[in-house]
């Protein structure tokens, strides 16, 4: 079974400060995706990375794969309100003739005061 | 609405009941999947269809759970016999019709809140 460890698990910060969550596992995973869930809804991706190593900006939101795919960070610079939500990571292993299948987090429950 | 779509939005149950989730995937995907999320939880796996086919169902719980994608119309989740434990939001992913590539996404419905009474 592949595990994804995310950390912390809450965080509540204020108007303006950056964070960094993280996403781990021992597993080796063809790719990770990092999605974002609103309360009520389904979770919507933000960022899929593929390469070791490889760093993708997404405005505010910086997101870095491992260089072993075994983990990521997501950083947010100048978090503002609407960056409220719960930040889930996935990570995609195969499950036989090319077709795969998402593993992932529990999340980290992301608050930003105003 | 081009997206995948979840019904009910809310199903409530008394325990011993039967609970049906629908769910129409996005037009031209022909794979989906369930997954189950607890409060403060990520999402967990449950399984994954293709049109009449069941191609993983590694994550569903061996008893009173049963999952179907026919041919025509949605795919089901049947829990029968449900107790408390069975709270829950479902949510359904679709993908297109070569099933999920390593740099692909899914698209997930609104989900459907379960709550056993």
């Known amino acids: 079974t592949q595990l994804l460890e995310q950390s912390p698990q809450f965080l509540s910060i204020q108007e303006g400060e950056n964070l960094t969550v993280y996403c781990n596992s021992s597993?080796?995973?063809?790719?990770l995706q990092w999605y974002r869930q609103e309360p009520g809804e389904g979770p919507v991706l933000l960022v899929t990375?593929?390469?070791?190593?490889e760093v993708k900006k997404l405005k505010r939101l910086t997101f870095q794969f491992g260089d072993a795919r075994k983990d990521s960070s997501l950083h947010i610079t100048a978090a503002q309100p609407g960056d409220t939500g719960l930040y889930l990571c996935?990570?995609?292993?195969?499950?036989?003739?090319?077709?795969?299948?998402?593993?992932f987090g529990k999340g980290t429950k992301l608050s930003v005061i105003p | 609405n081009a997206g995948v779509m979840q019904n009910p939005r809310h199903l409530v149950r008394r325990r011993g009941q039967e609970a049906r989730l629908r769910c129409s995937p996005m037009?031209?995907?022909?794979?989906v999947y369930w997954y189950r999320q607890l409060p403060e939880e990520g999402l967990k796996f449950m399984v994954y269809?293709?049109?009449?086919?069941?191609?993983?169902e590694s994550g569903m719980p061996k008893e009173r759970f049963s999952a179907e994608f026919p041919k025509e119309g949605p795919s089901i989740l049947r829990i029968q016999q449900v107790v408390r434990g069975d709270s829950a939001a479902y949510f359904c992913a679709s993908s297109p019709s070569k099933g999920l590539r390593t740099n692909e996404k899914l698209f997930f419905g609104s989900g459907t809140q379960l709550s056993v009474l």
């Open positions: 597993s080796v995973f063809s790719s």
């Open positions: 269809l293709q049109k009449e086919n069941i191609i993983d």
């Open positions: 996935a990570g995609a292993a195969e499950v036989g003739a090319g077709s795969y299948q998402l593993t």
């Open positions: 037009k031209g995907h022909s794979h």
């Open positions: 990375v593929v390469t070791g190593g």
